[in-house]
């Protein structure tokens, strides 16, 4: 059985109507749209993380490597 948290997120006034706009012109409801928003930025920001870490781990390979010795 799958579990859904529920969050609160506090938008100004001019966000709140830009998402019930975007909302109401692409014909979904205000929260899925804003749980695509999050899994949005989640993708984008793994995405960003796991390629600093890729570099971080080649500019440095010689110490890791020393270091897992």
């Given at each position: 059985m799958q579990s859904k948290d529920e969050f609160a997120v506090r938008l100004t006034e001019?966000?709140?109507q830009a998402v019930r706009d975007l909302a109401?012109?692409?014909?979904?409801?205000v929260e899925d749209l804003?749980?695509?928003a999050v899994r949005h930025y989640l993708h984008a920001e793994g995405e960003l993380v796991r390629a600093v870490a890729a570099r971080y781990a080649a500019d440095h390979a010689d110490l890791l490597r020393r270091l897992g010795e």
């Amino acid at each position: 059985m799958q579990s859904k948290d529920e969050f609160a997120v506090r938008l100004t006034e001019p966000e709140q109507q830009a998402v019930r706009d975007l909302a109401d012109a692409r014909g979904a409801a205000v929260e899925d749209l804003l749980a695509e928003a999050v899994r949005h930025y989640l993708h984008a920001e793994g995405e960003l993380v796991r390629a600093v870490a890729a570099r971080y781990a080649a500019d440095h390979a010689d110490l890791l490597r020393r270091l897992g010795e």
